[in-house]
Nanobody, 123 residues
């Protein structure tokens, strides 16, 4: 399983960005894919997750209502649409995957990781 994250950048507060996580290597029908983020000097924390087959989603309280996770089966890509961005959303964003039909909220629960993509939100 290989994951490739992209789409980060610099955006002003209240702006939007869409991150992409392109997956390759096998069928993902039994996988959960998640986005984690790591602010400068802080630990990596859960942001959102989606079960590939059924499409059920889970969000951290801090992003609920502002971020939307989705997937495109044909493209094997998971997206994170981020709206109403705040300076505190500034972080390196990572996508991760695990072969389990539930949204784990800890990095240790995920076996596969993409490289990070930097998101910077200016005030």
């Amino acid at each position: 399983v290989q994951l490739q994250a992209s789409g980060g950048g610099l955006v002003q507060a209240r702006g939007s960005l869409r991150l992409s996580c392109a997956a390759s290597g096998r069928s993902f029908d039994t996988y959960t894919v998640a986005w984690f983020r790591q602010p400068p000097g802080k630990e990596r924390v859960f942001a959102a997750a989606i079960f590939w087959s059924g499409g059920s989603t889970s969000y951290a309280d801090s992003v609920q209502g502002r971020f939307t996770i989705s997937r495109d089966n044909a493209e094997k890509t998971v997206y994170l649409q981020m709206n109403s961005l705040k300076p505190e959303d500034t972080a390196v964003y990572y996508c991760a995957a695990r072969n389990y039909a539930a949204a784990g909220r800890y990095p240790s629960q995920y076996n596969y990781w993409g490289q990070g993509t930097q998101v910077t939100v200016s005030s």
